[in-house]
């Protein structure tokens, strides 16, 4: 009797074993697929391509970084990080706030809060500022500015001659905004972030290049022939919108906003040279220009 029920039990047992295992089985066989789905999707991914430049410059234009005998200060306005306090500030505000200089202003502010401030209220004017800039047009002009004249009169000769740049003296490009504006430092600064932003070029007011910079590539006169190598500094012209308003800062018990009213805006444009960058034009003729 006790062989007989150690059978069945071992039946019983194997009989309840047998359809978990092949169910098991069957669920190995249905992810199997799905990993083989998911390789092909691996598979069928490709590398990202690197992203193209926003403004294509023109092989005339060459940079003069290294060879520019006036070192230019490099242009770097890197975004300013605003604190916890102004992030909070900043957010409650009706118009945006994009001003580096009101910004660093909050940065530089404390206000600490206190559970015994439950009945304090006022109202603090903070003047009147330039909130944001909006680009609507940001254009290369990629001979702004006539900088330098390389000559030679080779009617007289048998064979080509080769002539390259060579600065003649020293030249200062300056840019300037279109119009007269109020906080006119502001809004340049503005501008010339949104317009580095836009154009990924090395973007400056102020440019200067040094007498004596030269440049290795040659340019060939033929017989008979005058040559005229023109150099010119490019600029881009930044064109948008500039919004103005009062700021006041307004405080409630412990809660803390910004206000602003007596919004305005205005168009603005503005002229920016291309730092250490030089454009070239290259005419021959058989008469003196």
Known sequence: ??????????????????????????????????????????????EEKPSEPKVNIPSSVLNIAKENTYPNPTQDLPYLQPSDLTAELIE????????????????????????????LRATIYMGEWPLNYESTETAPNWEY?????????NRGGNQNYQ??????????????????????????????????ENTELPLSFQTIVGAGTKKDHVYN????????????????NEKGKVTYGEVYLVMKGSKRSIVVKNVTSQGIGAWIPVQDHVSFGFITADKPR
């Not at 910004?103 to 206190?114: A, G, H, V, Y």
């Not at 500015?145 to 009169?153: A, E, L, S, V, W």
């Not at 006169?221 to 881009?236: D, E, F, N, Q, T």
């Open 145 to 153: 500015q006539k900088i330098n004249t390389n000559y030679f009169d």
């Open 1 to 46: 009797m006790k062989l007989l029920r150690i059978v069945l039990m071992m039946f019983l047992i194997s009989f309840m074993i047998m359809p978990s295992v092949s169910a098991e089985k069957q669920e190995e066989k249905k992810q199997e697929p799905k990993q083989e789905k998911i390789q092909k999707k691996d598979e069928g991914k490709t």
């Open 163 to 196: 002539i390259h740049y060579v600065q003649e003296s020293q030249k200062t490009i300056k840019g300037g905004l279109t119009a007269k504006v109020p906080h006119s430092d502001d809004v340049q600064k503005m501008m010339l972030l949104k317009a580095m």
């Open 92 to 119: 409650t505000s009706n118009v945006k706030i994009e001003n580096p200089n009101l910004i660093r202003m909050f940065n530089e502010s404390n206000m600490n809060k206190s559970p015994f401030a439950i009945g």
């Open 221 to 236: 006169i033929s017989p008979k022939r005058l040559g005229y190598l023109y150099g010119y500094a490019p600029a881009v």
